[in-house]
């Protein structure tokens, strides 16, 4: 827990702060670190990356792929960021209205297949 907090270059006195004590980003990243601690089934990540700089949101891609690797966590990764989406799963599904509208393996820009809304968000990202 400690190597991951220098990964995200958390203050090694964040473990004993209360959480009115740090930023919303400190908040957000030691959440990722200490969930795995309980060993959960699958781990639910809404949007984990979504309020954090390019340089950070890299670092937690980073050790919430470590953890998933290490841990043989399963990951249920809910984003609208497609680039992160598609970077970093390896199974997708796509939501639209509370309807699941695609499953895919990877976005691909070129896919034929790949519904036309997929296709403009994709675009967007």
């Known amino acids: 827990m400690v190597e991951a907090m220098d990964q995200l ?4 006195g964040s473990l004993s702060r209360s959480p009115h004590e740090c930023s919303g980003g400190q ?6 670190v200490g969930a795995p601690i309980l060993r959960p089934g ?3 990540c809404d949007e984990p990356v979504a309020a954090l700089g390019v340089s950070v949101q890299a670092k937690v891609l980073n050790l919430l792929a470590d ?3 290490e841990l043989d966590l399963s990951l249920l990764f809910i984003s609208q960021d497609l680039a992160v989406v598609d970077n970093f799963s390896d199974r997708i599904i796509v939501v ?19 519904a036309e809304y997929i296709r403009d968000l994709a675009s967007v990202a």
């Not at 908040?27 to 990722?32: E, K, M, N, P, S």
């Not at 209205?97 to 790949?114: F, P, S, T």
Request: glycine share 6%; hydrophobic share 45%.
């Open 67 to 69: 953890l998933k690797r």
């Open 9 to 12: 270059r958390l203050p090694s």
């Open 27 to 32: 908040r957000q990243r030691l959440a990722i």
């Open 96 to 114: 639209r209205h509370g309807r699941i509208v695609e499953r895919l393996d990877r976005l691909a820009a070129g896919n034929a297949a790949m």
């Open 42 to 44: 699958p781990l639910v």
